[in-house]
T-cell receptor
Framework: GESVGLHLPTLSVQEGDNSIINCAYSNSASDYFIWYKQESGKGPQFIIDIRSNMDKRQGQRVTVLLNKTVKHLSLQIAATQPGDSAVYFCAEKANSKLTFGKGITLSVRP | DTGVSQNPRHKITKRGQNVTFRCDPISEHNRLYWYRQTLGQGPEFLTYFQNEAQLEKSRLLSDRFSAERPKGSFSTLEIQRTEQGDSAMYLC???????????FGDGTRLSIL
């Protein structure tokens, strides 16, 4: 079946370091991808998106890279801060709905 | 606050009871989505509306579930004859157009006793 998945369940980084969160997707028909951050007790919060006609997009402290050849998506967070600690989801959009992966927990060490 | 609003935030009910949740999307967002999320998992799509029309329903949406968006603004999700397996976080999201990000509310957490 088609799925969106994350390679690692948890990621621990030192405050100030850069974080890289990876995601694999399998639906070649997906043409839009989004990264969300979810804190405990809250809904997913939009971070950044990218369309399939792009391979890189930058925001404030975040960069998303898309490699359609290997169906791989990554989120880079520069100078990781304690407030970045959360669960991160990648999501792909095909047809009318988003399909989410299971999520990866980012833990920032002081 | 002009974000997506969901009520109630928490709902505890006995098995077999009916429950109804409400979602108020960001104003002027044509599309409204419902998702279900269980612990440790990503949200799973349930259904979505474009204005008042319900355009797609997931196989997860059994006959006990019904969603409405009568005036193309707020939406309700009703679960009849609740079962233990219905315990989850129910999330609502909205977006203005097809290829723009969905913005989520903070969800309604349903607990079935």
């Amino acid at each position: 079946g088609e799925s969106v998945g994350l390679h690692l369940p948890t990621l621990s980084v030192q405050e100030g370091d850069n974080s890289i969160i990876n995601c694999a997707y399998s639906n070649s028909a997906s043409d839009y991808f989004i990264w969300y951050k979810q804190e405990s007790g809250k809904g997913p919060q939009f971070i950044i998106d990218i369309r399939s006609n792009m391979d890189k997009r930058q925001g404030q402290r975040v960069t998303v890279l898309l490699n359609k050849t290997v169906k791989h998506l990554s989120l880079q967070i520069a100078a990781t801060q304690p407030g970045d600690s959360a669960v991160y989801f990648c999501a792909e959009k095909a047809n009318s709905k988003l399909t989410f992966g299971k999520g990866i927990t980012l833990s920032v060490r002081p | 606050d002009t974000g997506v609003s969901q009520n109630p935030r928490h709902k505890i009910t006995k098995r077999g009871q009916n429950v109804t949740f409400r979602c108020d999307p960001i104003s002027e967002h044509n599309r409204l989505y419902w998702y279900r999320q269980t612990l440790g998992q990503g949200p799973e799509f349930l259904t979505y509306f474009q204005n008042e029309a319900q355009l797609e329903k997931s196989r997860l949406l059994s006959d006990r579930f019904s969603a409405e968006r009568p005036k193309g603004s707020f939406s309700t999700l009703e679960i009849q004859r609740t079962e233990q397996g219905d315990s989850a976080m129910y999330l609502c999201a909205s977006s203005p157009l097809w290829d723009q990000p969905q913005h989520f509310g903070d969800g309604t957490r349903l607990s079935i006793l």
